[in-house]
């Protein structure tokens, strides 16, 4: 077995992923018909044109546009089926999935408690249907006021316990430190809720010091903590786990290349590290597809690859037991593959 092979066939988890970025274009032209809301594009060939990743304006039309194609809780309850049926199409087996409830509150007038039943009516179907679980990260974009931001940390509080994992906060970096939702973070971590913040993406070193402030869990990207000795040595020393994403980070122009990408740096430099695809449709994209750039880019071998894979085990915010048979499991299957090869 190729190294490729190992590498599709593996067991996977991951922890950064966002449900309408990782929609793909056939899910949106569906609901664009269904609900009789023109996208730009009417085929799936124009979708996948429309969705080729030009700039981060781009990104941004796409990201509005899609979302108000969703007009109801039965379309959320699609969308996330649909997506964890992709999920373990990769043989992801448990992924920790980024939603943002509150655009489709301001877009459709849908309510916070039913987006949340039509999540949870997924993951059950997902568990039946292809024997894979995940965990709800309700986010705040950073971009809405900090009383609207309330709005989604009062919906997470209310769905802990029943599968959501956290609060997270993604959406625009720039202009919207971590600390404007500091209310919100109080709140979730008052009430026994872990909070889960995007820093240091198209935001420097300081954005991530503002992520720690906050308590952040993990941290979303915190690949330019590279440009800060004294945070790569606290992140050392601390092993708060990025959330790193490669692909994601070489279309916003964080960095030049892939070759340039610090992924293989802050792994050597002890740093703790979880590989995953972000927004994979939009650029262009699969979790797959970040172990394989690993490989081929970085010349990563598969005890590397299968290590960043127990590395989202153990910080994923599954308990503690489950954690455990998770990653049992995937040691048998990743014996038996092995043997196979
Ligand atoms: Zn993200």
Request: no cysteine.
């Given at each position: 077995m190729s190294l490729h092979e190992f590498i599709k066939a593996m067991p996977k988890v991951e922890l950064h992923v966002h449900l309408q970025g990782a929609t793909q274009p056939e899910t949106w032209l569906e609901l664009s018909q269904r609900n009789n809301v023109p996208l730009p594009a009417k085929t799936i060939e124009e979708m996948r044109d429309w969705f080729v990743f030009t700039d981060f304006a781009h990104f941004i039309q796409i990201y509005m546009k899609v979302s108000a194609t969703v007009r109801s809780a039965d379309d959320i309850e699609f969308m996330a089926r649909e997506f964890l049926r992709g999920q373990a199409a990769q043989n992801i087996q448990y992924t920790e999935i980024t939603y943002t409830p509150h655009i489709h509150y301001t877009l459709?007038?849908?309510?916070?408690?039913?987006?949340?039943?039509?999540?949870?009516?997924?993951?059950?179907?997902?568990?039946?249907?292809?024997?894979v679980d995940c965990g709800y990260i309700l986010d705040i974009s950073r971009n809405v006021t900090a009383e609207e931001g309330l709005w989604t940390a009062d919906l997470a509080i209310s769905g802990m316990n029943r599968g959501v994992v956290a609060l997270g906060l993604g959406g625009p970096e720039v202009g919207h430190p971590p600390e404007k939702h500091a209310i919100s973070f109080q709140k979730a971590h008052a009430a026994g809720l872990t909070v889960i913040l995007h820093a240091g993406?198209?935001?420097?070193?300081?954005?991530?010091?503002?992520?720690?402030?906050?308590?952040?869990?993990?941290?979303?990207?915190g690949v330019r903590a590279i440009e800060d000795a004294k945070l790569m040595a606290h992140l050392r020393e601390t092993q708060i786990p990025l959330e790193v994403s490669p692909t994601s980070n070489i279309c916003l122009g964080v960095f030049p290349s892939m070759k340039e990408h610090p992924l293989?740096?802050?792994?050597?430099?002890?740093?703790?590290?979880?590989?995953?695809?972000?927004?994979?449709?939009?650029?262009?994209t699969t979790l797959t597809n970040e172990f394989i750039t690993a490989a081929d880019v970085f010349g990563m071998d598969a005890d590397t690859l299968i290590q960043l894979t127990y590395n989202a085990i153990r910080v994923s915010r599954l308990p503690n037991a489950e954690k455990a048979a998770l990653e049992a499991k995937f040691k048998h299957e990743i014996e038996l593959l092995k043997a196979t090869s």
């Open positions: 459709a007038g849908i309510e916070g408690k039913d987006q949340l039943e039509a999540l949870l009516r997924a993951r059950e179907w997902a568990k039946k249907t292809h024997d993406e198209t935001e420097g070193p300081a954005s991530i010091w503002g992520a720690i402030e906050q308590g952040t869990a993990r941290i979303g990207h293989p740096r802050l792994i050597a430099e002890g740093l703790y590290v979880t590989l995953n695809s972000d927004d994979p449709p939009m650029f262009n």
